[in-house]
């Protein structure tokens, strides 16, 4: 009302100087900002500007305004005079919502004229919304909700955007009564991944949420399954189909479910094991449920690896499982009419019903059977629950079944005893006391209790027996003793052993064991052991049972033999490992190879023939290997002084040719080769030696021909020639390793052999694939509707089929671009083998190539 | 110890050898970057999505064509829809595709099928088929990107449509409105034809991104020696 009032003394104000100036609607001065939103517990600062002709008109200038807070007056201090037409004010910390906020003037010294006012506004900048997710129900449109944050106490807007990678879409503004979800305007595409965030934004500022990438399909609320109806079988009593129709959408993706069941009547849920819905179906079968139960069902669905949402609990459907045979007798009694006469009696024979838990069905009848002392039978169908004979005085057996659809109960028995029975009760005799209670409807639950006269000792000891005999131990054991010679209840037993020299120990058992263990007994030892039962009365002792502790524990023996064999299997198979690593060795001390003399060709020895091993230096090391079967020592004086021993062999060739006397001993001094022939120092003739079939001279026959030579380099290569003609001859395989590792990816031509062998042989059922894509393919020629039937059954055969070519295309494609290649290097390695094969053969016509050098 | 003195050492070599490159097999590695797999499967289950989307699309808007395109025995012959991609292909041609070919192929059909399709949208009578449609072409716009997504990955360009080659619809008067829905029947023919063959790419694709066992041991033998 004031607010009012201060508005209309404003606008009259107003009037008045508009109507005085002439100028309609003309305020004195304004207030900037003029509809200022500040932030709640900030400060606001407010400008107060005043007209020039106000100040004339009025006298006044800025140190006359004054602020006001709806009634209340801004005191002073939080003014600025900024200059003559200007004040200021400041707020501090903004706490009410909305506050109006005028500036007036002092007029004519204490007159409050209204200048202008304002309405401030505060409120809160909006959080950064959280939580955000998105429920696509099937066949819907996509809803996505979220958690605003704090009230803002404004207006807040919230949009949601969401974009795919190449498009976006339609803002979705939220509605006003709902500000914390917004449902988009489109359905949505499933199995393309969308980008959803959203934005809230008020007069305070604008955040925007987290965004959020996902597939809609990951989260679809699906419909509910339909029609779920309860089915039993006659067969099985304990099960109920379930059945029921899935929504469009098991179409497109595949879905689990959740059942639940109870009985009618009960409140609370049984749950089927997940694990056995969790793939797509229409029909389940509940097992393990009580006969002639009425079961009630609901089921839900959801996608099948979980993400998403569970669907609406389906309509609860009932049935009831097929009846079962009763499982119980019933409660069963009798009761004598006292009122006898002449030799028989009146006997009323009652029981209760079954419960429905153990009727399970509906009782049709009972059955009643009374046999007199081996005597008839006599048979009676009753609905009833009694039944009133009339017997003799004998000793009567009943029985009572109850019959249901299916079948009939086990039989409760019951003996009506002979009318003069009399009681007599022996001395240490067992008697099982039984007391059944008898109510008016019928008996209760009896209680049976054992009891002796009087107990005696029993007549009879356990006989005692071991179970398991160790070294140090010994498991006994005995049976219970007869009721008959018992005698009494069996309060303990006691077992007394000992070795034949020692003292005798006795042990006491409860009487509820029928095993004990002896231990720390001596092994390798005899012992005797005994056992007494006691009654209340007395004990008796059994047979007295002797036994031997052996000398080693079982797998005593074992654990000595065993590691030892290890040991000595270790042993030998690292002796064997090592002969076989030092083979080499061994066989140069124990056989060393002597080369053949009548197997070496003099043509090989050409100087002119590149040694296969020396293309590559690097592989010089791998050559060396090579000569372990010659002789190590060889190879070693060969590679340690090949130079300088070349060199000295070079100084003695001059000799010789001084001397032209061939001194095989200084030369078998000097030369590697004859060091280890005794036969080459033997060669004295130089001529000889040009005929390749003479028998050992090859030594000197090399001498010989170069001697004819110029000495120079091929002095160096007489000692390397040989290396070669030695490794072709004596190893052939190492010179293809030589080969093989020689070109740094030796290993390559091998491999891409076997992998042209695996593509040759997938390309081998290739051609069933193709046939059979074939016949797929001309389906794409076939009309329209047929393939709109096949369409669905025939992607999965194509699939399965594909699957095959894609195999066989991939393991081509893998290797594919390298195929032609790979020929041509397959090719060259073949060649290369064949070289290496035909080399040595072929030396001589090479040499005769090459250099055109021929020994003489 | 000389290596080459006994197999037995060479073996054991071996094995060391395959241990140590055991971690650095990619197909053994699967904490990293989970490669073009995930939006091909994707974009499988989206092509049957629409093949799905589209029987009971097309059931409805042959009805709406009425007879005979609603006829289930309708074969007509392919006249005046020569501009419509053709999706069947010769098997080996098929086949012998790379997979940059085969992609490149899928996105230009859909994008002059889409182009096609929205004009029909246009056309379209009942609202109900209309937003069958749109949603229609809405979901082959996300195939559209997903396909982009996949070339992507793979780090193949997207084709960039010819100028002037840009596909329009034109509702002619040089159509008869018979040769008009004979347009649109051989256009839902094809979408669906497409569609099918896009599911075979797609199935190839991804089964070709997880390689085979054998591959990964071929692999390992060459690193061993």
């Known amino acids: ?856 | 110890m000389d290596l080459r003195a006994g197999d037995s050492w060479g073996m054991l070599a071996c094995l060391c050898t395959v241990l140590w490159h055991l971690p650095a097999v990619p197909a053994l590695n699967r904490t990293g970057d989970p490669g073009p797999g995930p939006s091909i499967q994707k974009t499988y289950d989206l092509t049957r999505y629409l093949e799905h989307q589209l029987r009971s699309l097309a059931g409805t808007y042959l009805n709406y064509l009425g007879p005979p395109f609603n006829e289930p025995d309708f074969n007509p012959p392919r006249l005046g829809a020569d501009t419509l991609p053709r999706a069947t292909v010769n098997l080996e041609v098929w086949r012998s595709l790379n997979d940059k070919l085969r992609l490149t192929q899928n996105y230009e059909a859909y994008s002059h099928l889409l182009c096609y399709l929205r004009g029909l949208n246009r056309q379209a009578a009942t609202a109900e088929l209309r937003h069958s449609l749109a949603h229609f072409c809405t979901s082959l716009q996300g195939l559209l990107g997903s396909i982009a997504g996949v070339m992507a990955t793979l780090g193949y360009p997207l084709p960039q449509p010819l100028p002037g080659t840009e596909p329009t619809w034109t509702p002619g008067p040089a159509h008869s409105d018979f040769l008009q829905k004979m347009d649109d029947f051989w256009l839902l023919k094809e979408l669906q034809t497409w569609l099918w063959r896009s599911a075979k790419d797609f199935n190839r694709l991804k089964k070709k991104m997880q390689p085979p066992a054998a591959a990964v041991t071929l692999h390992l033998e060459a690193h061993g020696f």
């Open chain 1, 1 to 856: 009302m004031s607010v009012l009032q201060t508005w209309l003394v404003q606008a009259l104000f107003i009037f008045l100087i508009t109507g005085s100036i002439g100028v309609l609607l003309d305020p004195c001065g304004r207030i900037n900002p003029e509809s200022p939103v500040v932030q709640l517990g900030s400060n606001f600062t407010a400008v107060c500007v005043l007209k020039e002709r106000c100040m004339d008109y009025f006298h006044v200038n800025a140190n006359f305004i004054v602020w006001k807070m709806g009634h209340f007056t801004i005191p002073k201090e939080q003014y600025t005079i900024i200059n003559r037409t200007a004040a200021s004010v400041t707020l501090t910390d903004v706490t009410s919502l909305n506050i109006q906020l005028t500036c007036n003037i002092l007029t004519f010294g204490q007159i409050e004229q209204n200048v202008y006012g304002i309405t401030l506004i505060s409120g809160l900048p909006p959080e950064k919304p959280k939580n955000l997710n998105c429920i696509v129900n099937e066949g819907k449109k996509m809803m996505c909700y979220w958690d605003p944050g704090r009230e803002t106490y404004l207006e807040t807007n919230f949009t949601l955007k969401s974009e795919w990678a190449t498009e976006k879409f339609a803002d979705c503004k939220t509605k006003r009564d709902t500000p914390t979800s917004c449902t988009v305007d489109y359905s949505p595409v499933y199995f393309v991944n969308m980008e959803v965030w959203v934005e809230a934004a008020n007069a305070l500022g604008k955040v925007t949420s987290d965004h959020i990438n996902f597939d809609p399909v990951d989260k679809v609320k699906p419909n509910t399954p339909r029609n779920l109806s309860v089915s039993n079988s006659e067969e099985l009593s304990s099960i109920l189909k379930l059945t029921w129709i899935n929504s469009n959408i098991k179409n497109v993706i595949r879905l689990k479910y959740d059942i639940q069941y109870r009985t009618k009547g009960a409140s609370t849920w049984s749950q089927i094991p997940p694990e056995d819905t969790a793939s797509t179906r229409s029909s389940f079968t509940v097992q393990d449920l009580k006969p002639f139960t009425e079961y009630v069902f609901r089921i839900r669905c959801m996608k099948e690896d979980g993400k998403g949402f569970w669907s609406d609990w389906s309509e609860e459907a009932s049935g009831i499982t097929y009846e079962d045979r009763p499982s119980n007798t019933p409660s069963f009694w009798y009761k004598i009419d006292p009122s006898h006469s002449h030799g028989h009696r009146s006997v009323q024979l009652m029981w209760k019903t079954l419960p429905p838990f153990e009727a399970n069905g509906k009782i049709l009848g009972y059955e009643v059977t009374l046999t007199r002392w081996k005597s008839r039978l006599q048979n009676y169908t009753v609905n009833d629950t009694k039944l009133t004979v009339n017997l003799t005085n004998d000793r009567y057996i009943v029985t009572l079944t109850a019959r249901n659809a299916v079948g009939r109960s086990d039989a409760s028995v019951l003996t009506i005893p002979a009318c003069d029975f009399q009681g007599y009760l022996a001395e240490s005799k067992c008697y099982l006391i039984t007391v059944t209670p008898v109510y008016a409807d019928g008996p209760g639950s009896p209680v049976s209790i054992k009891a002796y006269l009087k107990q005696a000792p029993p007549s009879k000891g356990p006989t005692v027996r071991t179970k398991k005999v160790g070294k140090n131990e010994a498991v006994l054991e005995w049976d219970q003793l007869p009721v008959d010679v018992q005698n009494g209840f069996i309060r303990n037993y006691t077992i007394f052993y000992r070795t034949n020299i020692g003292n005798e120990t006795a042990v006491n058992v409860d009487s509820s064991h029928t095993e004990y263990t002896l231990s720390s007994l001596t092994s390798d030892t005899l012992y005797m052991v005994r056992m007494a039962a006691y009654t209340d009365e007395g004990g008796k002792d059994g047979p007295e049972f002797t036994f031997t502790t052996p000398k080693f524990a079982q797998g005593e023996i074992e654990a000595i033999v065993v590691p030892v064999c290890l040991a000595f299997l270790l042993t030998t198979l690292l002796g064997v490992l090592f002969c076989f690593n030092k083979r080499d060795l061994i066989k140069k001390h124990i056989w060393p190879n002597v080369p053949d003399p009548s197997k070496s060709h003099i043509a090989q020895w050409s100087p002119h023939t590149p040694p296969r091993h020396n293309f590559n230096p690097k592989d010089q090391m791998y050559s060396d290997g090579n000569f372990t079967d010659v002789s190590v020592v060889e190879i070693e004086a060969n590679d340690k002084k090949s130079f300088p021993e070349d060199l000295k062999s070079l100084e003695l060739f001059k000799k010789e040719k001084v001397s032209t006397e061939g001194h095989s001993s200084g030369i078998g001094g000097s030369s590697c080769m004859s060091s280890s022939r005794p036969s080459i120092s033997s060669s004295d003739e130089n001529e000889s030696a040009q005929n390749t079939s003479s028998t050992v001279q090859y030594s000197t026959v090399v001498h010989s021909g170069y001697r004819h030579q110029v000495p120079s380099v091929q002095v160096f290569s007489r000692s390397e020639s040989t290396q070669p003609l030695l490794d072709s001859e004596e190893r052939p395989e190492d010179l293809q390793l030589v080969d093989n590792v020689d070109g740094g990816d030796g290993i390559l031509p091998r491999q891409q052999y076997f992998k042209q062998n695996c593509s040759q042989q997938e390309t081998s059922p290739d051609i069933s694939h193709f046939e059979r894509s074939n016949q797929v393919s001309s389906v794409n020629e076939e009309d329209f509707v047929r393939l709109k039937q096949q369409i669905s059954g025939i992607p999965q055969s194509c699939g399965s089929g594909q699957m095959k070519m894609f195999q066989e295309v991939s393991a081509a494609d893998a290797f594919g671009p390298d195929t032609e290649g790979q020929g041509e290097r397959f090719k060259t390695a073949g060649m290369e083998a064949v070289l290496d094969e035909g080399m040595p053969k072929s030396y001589l016509p090479q040499t005769v190539r090459q250099g055109g050098y021929m020994p003489q």
